[in-house]
Each structure stands twice: as C-alpha cells, then as structure tokens.
C-alpha cells in the first residue's frame, strides 16, 4: 500500500487518481466502494486515497479489486460541508483535502477527485495549483442529460463564483469547447450564452458584449456560436455548451435536480395508486428502468475545475458507490486525453488573438 507511485506510473502506464476519501456525506465506505467498482472496470487505475490509516486500511483491505493499486495518506483533520473556504485556507493543511491536491501539484498525480466541500475545494484549489495563465476566474462545468446526439449538454459555470464579466463569459466558453472535445468528443462544439430571451436587445449589458468577444473569436472550423439562448435550451440539442454567470448557473442546477427527483417521485405515486396502475408499472418496468438510469444525477455525476494548472473533478457531496464511480470514470476520461494541457493552450490562443 505504500509502493512508489512513480515508479507504478512509468512501469505500467497507469492513470493515478489521488482520491479525497474523507469529503462526501456518505463518508470512506462509499469513496472505498465507488473506487472498487471504477478497478474492477479499469485495471489501468491507480488509487492514492487521502485519510485517516486506520479507517482507510480496513476498507481497502475488504474489497480485493483494490489488492496492489491503493496507497493511503494518512491525513488526520477532515474538512466539513459547514466550513468556510477563507477558514479552511488558513487552517486545512493537514486535510484530506489539501492532501489529495498536493499530489496533483507535485505531478504524482493526474487527476484529484472529492465529494467534499465545493468552496473550500475551490479556494485550496486556486492556491496550490493556480490559475491557468490568462484566467481571470475558474469555472466549475457539469455535464446535463439532454437531447444532444451524446445526450449530455456542458453547463458552466455552476458556482465557482456568483459573478462574471464579458472577458469571463468568453473565457468559459473556450475551456467549454475543449472540455466538449476531450470530455465528449464533439469534434465541432455548439456554443451558446444563457440570457432571458434570444432576441438580441434582452439582457444585461456584459451578456452583450460576451456576445460580441464570443462571436469575434469565433473559429467556424473548431465551434460553431448559436448566439443567446433559454432556460429551455439546456436540455434541448440547440447547444452543446451553455455558459453563463455562476449564480444563475447554480440556481438551474439546483432547480434541476430537484424537477428530476419530483418526476421520480409523482411517477411512484401515480403507478402506486391503483391496483391497475400497479400492473401498469409492472408492464413498463423496463422503459421505467431506462428512464431513471437516463435522468439518475449519480451517473453523471462529476463538475469538472475548469482554469487551473491541474485537473480537479467535484463529485456530488451526497455520492453514493455508483456516484463515485461516475466522478472517477469522468476524471480517468480527461487524464487520458491530456485536458489540461489542451484547455491551456486553446486559453493562450485566445489570449493571443485578443492581443492581436
């Protein structure tokens, strides 16, 4: 458990993913389990959990799909969902957290994966890898189930910062586009901006003049730019990256895993009614079945750190094994494209061109 990672990386090629075990609701038992589920698919994976030893080792040493690919860190204080980004910035340095992104930093690792705290994992972050040259604000980017030929659509930003100028906007859309390429390999991404309407006279003055630095560093060979779009748009296949500010962004994330639990829930109760309805489910429980997994928010689970000197995937706080599993599927797909150094150098193409 304690083998050298460098070492395993240059022997066998592996993707090593350094692992927050102590973030989520659920605690180590589904960060351990959602790891076992992510090595029994990809032997490929190496795991460096961050955590308290003793409680690590003896989850780890439960599954055996994790014999000979685990290291544990031990790390004794643990970051709280309650704890404020400024205070644990001053003292989390002997977190779990701070750990698993330390690892990263150092190039031990390729990507850092936590359910933990999102403000927190932001700031701790931006302090050890820092912002990609050019950045102004990172952007925290979700993938959306929609009508889209991959059937996700990207969404960002979802609450890395409530705030965006016109340069912020553009900035989102470019790592947007290379997320869209090497997360879902769209080779031509569709762009559009969320506003109140698509009518160009609608909306804040900064959403307009992003519509015009968008639309001037246009590439009509790398993206094509729809120009505004809805609320309604997000699930449709009218684009296949939304950028928006990080507090309207948030708010439509929330609003929408909420609708998809209601629907599961008005859905049960309909079936469960009468004796016929409930023969009416047992008849459409495969459809049923298909249904859930499609809007199931645990299998797409996983906000991606977009404008940083590394790659960091934000699972869901509430993550379950499957939910995990998920964040790390996304996380193994990114390192294995090099996203970092592809959304860096489509950043300082851009900057180039605006300088120009």
Not at 202 to 212: I, M, P, S, V
Not at 240 to 251: M, S, W
Request: hydrophobic share 40%; charged share 20%.
């Amino acid at each position: 458990m304690t083998q050298d990672i460098q070492g395993n990386q240059t022997t066998n090629n592996r993707i090593v993913l350094s692992v927050d075990a102590m973030g989520g609701d659920l605690g180590p038992p589904a960060v351990v389990a959602g790891i076992a589920r992510s090595a029994a698919k990809n032997p490929n994976l190496y795991f460096i959990l961050h955590g308290p030893e003793d409680v690590l080792k003896r989850l780890v040493l439960r599954r055996r799909r994790l014999k000979n690919c685990v290291k544990i860190v031990n790390s004794t204080d643990i970051i709280n969902m309650s704890d404020k980004p400024s205070q644990v910035v001053r003292s989390g340095k002997n977190s779990s957290m701070w750990s698993a992104l330390e690892y990263v930093k150092s190039g031990e690792a390729d990507v850092c994966v936590s359910c933990g705290n999102t403000g927190a994992l932001m700031a701790i972050s931006m302090i050890r890898l820092r912002k990609l040259e050019g950045i102004n604000r990172p952007a925290i980017a979700v993938l959306w189930p929609s009508r889209s030929k991959v059937g996700f659509n990207i969404v960002l930003d979802v609450g890395a910062d409530i705030k965006a100028e016109a340069n912020d906007l553009l900035q989102y859309a470019l790592m947007g586009i290379s997320y869209a390429r090497n997360g879902l390999n769209i080779e031509k991404p569709k762009v559009g901006l969320l506003n109140v309407g698509t009518e160009e006279h609608k909306g804040r003055a900064e959403l307009h003049r992003a519509h015009e630095l968008i639309e001037k560093n246009c590439d009509p060979s790398s993206f094509e730019f729809v120009g505004f779009v809805e609320g309604g748009d997000i699930t449709s296949d009218k684009a296949d990256v939304i950028v928006t500010d990080g507090f309207t962004g948030n708010v439509a994330l929330k609003t929408g895993e909420g609708t998809a639990a209601l629907i599961g829930n008005l859905l049960r109760e309909a079936f469960a009614y009468t004796p016929l309805s409930r023969l009416a489910s047992i008849l459409a429980v495969t459809s049923l079945r298909r249904l859930r997994k499609r809007i199931d928010p645990r299998r797409v689970n996983g906000g991606v750190f977009l404008g940083l000197n590394g790659t960091v995937v934000k699972s869901h706080g509430s993550a379950d094994a499957t939910g995990v599993a998920a964040a790390i599927k996304l996380a193994v797909q990114l390192a294995e494209n090099n996203f970092s150094k592809k959304i860096a150098a489509r950043v300082a193409s851009a900057n180039t061109m605006q300088q120009n």
